[in-house]
């Protein structure tokens, strides 16, 4: 697989486009965006309603394809990895909490916050384990056992921020974390402490 200069970078972003295609319409979500950010660093990407900060999110989690540029993640050409390699280096590196949440709604919180440990191949005892202990974090334990449904949106919003502590991840993407009250939560703390600690005290650090 392709190395690029400086493998010690995370991400790498070079003059990434995605452009969308609507009844013959043109939309430059992203235009020539280039970043490059180190291990351990804590990065927002501001700007108004529709500027392109999820497209952008969506293609730095290796969820969709740039339409042009290209992107280094641990050194990696991700461009050049097909879907099973794409979904491996995700579980491995990537939590996610995005803008709507995404819990599933027929399973229970701690089966929510416990799935991508399954992915990852964690053992049922150890997977529960570090499930109980991402949702006390968040100050969620005593829901353990609720649905999704049965919570608010500041609370399921919590159970994702578990989610994405527990699996240990190089990487963690928040989308749209400034969002009211957010910054209030438990858990919100350590969010910010676990994602400006960066890769260093995961298991998962990458390469
Ligand atoms: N699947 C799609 N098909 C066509 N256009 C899209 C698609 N997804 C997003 N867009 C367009 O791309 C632009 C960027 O959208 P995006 O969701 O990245 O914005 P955003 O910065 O996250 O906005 P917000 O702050 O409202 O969440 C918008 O103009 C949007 O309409
Ligand atoms: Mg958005």
Not at 27 to 52: H, L, M, P, Q, T
Request: with cysteine; net charge negative.
């Amino acid at each position: 697989m392709d190395k690029n200069e400086n493998g010690n970078k995370l991400i790498e972003l070079k003059h990434i486009s995605k452009i969308y295609y609507l009844g013959g319409e043109e939309v430059r979500a992203n235009d020539d965006v280039s970043v490059a950010i180190d291990k351990g660093e804590f990065v927002a990407i501001v700007g108004k309603s529709g500027s392109g900060k999820s497209t952008l999110m969506n293609i730095i989690g290796a969820l969709d394809v740039p339409t042009d540029g290209a992107y280094y993640l641990g050194g990696e050409d991700v461009s050049d990895m097909s879907d099973t390699q794409l979904a491996r280096i995700r579980n491995k590196m990537i939590g996610f909490i995005f803008q709507q949440y995404n819990l599933l709604p027929k399973l229970n919180i701690i089966e929510n916050v416990e799935l991508p440990l399954l992915y990852a191949g964690v053992g049922s005892a150890e997977r529960r384990e570090r499930a109980m202990a991402a949702l006390r974090k968040v100050g969620l334990e005593e829901k353990w056992k609720s649905f999704p449904n049965q919570l608010s949106g500041g609370q399921q919003q919590r159970v994702s921020i578990a989610r994405a502590l527990a699996g240990e991840p190089s990487l963690i993407l928040a989308d749209e974390p400034q969002r009211p009250g957010f910054q209030d939560q438990p858990g919100c703390a350590e969010f910010s402490e676990a994602a400006q600690r960066g890769g260093q005290h995961h298991r998962n650090d990458y390469p």
